[in-house]
């Protein structure tokens, strides 16, 4: 439940990561589930507990559960190891350590005396090791860029029957309906979308979320088109910036990610031609690879994965306000 909660925030928190925190009784009955909405605003830990404050059950609060580590610095918020401290918590599960080194140090400042809480890393409980792995695929994209400069990277392709990427002339698209949807939530829970003018010129796409809602208070979304010869149209890229699009063009696919992690993207999806992903395929500039082969009336879904997916999540778990 709180990492079906927490993955609703992706696309929403960068440059922050998506974070979610259950506070629990006495019986491990769970009181109230907070996420972190968006960058600025309060972090999940204070979400759940205002929430606990708001329907009168904060006295009851003993556990809190928390995907990150609790932050332990005043940035645009209060540091969240304070705020765990004055309340009732006396025990705090911690999914992942904060992989930051301004925001680390949450887990001792929540143990320190006097006053302190019991503190558990979900890694080192065997039972739990699902949730553990949730936890760490929820993180990937923010521990990416901030890892690595560069964001989590998916590629989304679909082929047909013959194994051929182009659709059937006077369509852009041939998967399922549920494949569709698949595809329009990993937009939504990514920051920016990297594509070739190959795809531009033949497709006019639109690339926006249509099939499940988009974040109300999505920032701007990224469009990054690769493009060495200027052959992007004008007037397609004034419609995409019209639809909320900001539009970049690249003629190195290579610096891409780079020039996206400045700009705070955690997680970006590459929706582009076979081309531009035999680029991306024998650069191994990826991270995890979704291909959608129609077969019949079905689709047949596979994920590759170099570590834990944040895709494989989004597989897994509807996006919550999905009709
Ligand atoms: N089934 C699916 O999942 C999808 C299918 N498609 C289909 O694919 C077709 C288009 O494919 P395609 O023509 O291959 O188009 P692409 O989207 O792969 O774009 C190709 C262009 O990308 C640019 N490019 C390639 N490598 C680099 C690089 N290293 N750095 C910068 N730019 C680079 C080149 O631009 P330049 O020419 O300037 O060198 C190239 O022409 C369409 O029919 C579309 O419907 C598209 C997306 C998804
Ligand atoms: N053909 C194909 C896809 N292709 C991608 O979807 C784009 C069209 O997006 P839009 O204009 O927003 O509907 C198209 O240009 C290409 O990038 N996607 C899929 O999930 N399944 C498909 O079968």
Request: hydrophobic letters at 40%; one cysteine or more; a negative charge.
């Amino acid at each position: 439940m709180i990492i079906a909660h927490a993955i609703d925030t992706l696309g929403a928190t960068s440059p922050n990561p998506s974070v979610g925190c259950a506070l629990l009784d006495g019986e491990g009955r769970i009181l109230t589930v907070g996420v972190h909405p968006k960058a600025g605003q309060p972090h999940a830990e204070a979400m759940a507990l205002a929430q606990a404050r708001d329907v009168g059950v904060l006295d009851q609060v003993r556990t809190a559960l928390v995907t990150l580590e609790p932050c332990n610095h005043t940035g645009r918020t209060p540091p969240c190891s304070e705020a765990l401290r004055n309340s009732p918590v006396e025990h705090v599960w911690i999914g992942v350590a904060d992989p930051t080194l301004q925001a680390a140090g949450g887990a001792a400042r929540l143990q320190e005396m006097p006053g302190g809480c019991d503190v558990t890393f979900l890694e080192d409980v065997p039972e739990l090791a699902d949730l553990h792995r949730d936890c760490r695929a929820l993180l990937a994209p923010f521990q990416s860029r901030v890892m690595r400069h560069r964001p989590w990277i998916s590629v989304k392709q679909a082929l047909d029957h013959n194994g051929s990427m182009i659709p059937p002339a006077g369509q852009t698209t041939f998967t399922s309906e549920s494949s569709l949807t698949l595809a329009h939530r990993l937009r939504r829970a990514t920051d920016a979308i990297i594509t070739g003018v190959g795809t531009v010129l033949a497709d006019k796409p639109r690339f926006t979320v249509r099939r499940v809602p988009d974040h109300a208070n999505r920032a701007r979304r990224l469009l990054v088109v690769c493009d060495r010869h200027g052959r992007l149209p004008a007037d397609w890229k004034a419609e995409m910036e019209q639809a909320g699009f900001e539009v970049l063009t690249s003629t190195d696919l290579l610096a891409v990610p780079a020039m996206l992690a400045d700009r705070g993207v955690n997680w970006a999806m590459v929706e582009a031609g076979p081309a531009l992903l035999k680029t991306v395929s024998n650069s191994g500039l990826w991270d995890d690879w979704l291909t959608i082969r129609k077969d019949g009336d079905t689709d047949h879904i596979t994920l590759q994965s170099r570590d834990e997916s944040p895709l494989r999540l989004l597989r897994e778990n509807a996006c919550s306000l999905e009709s």
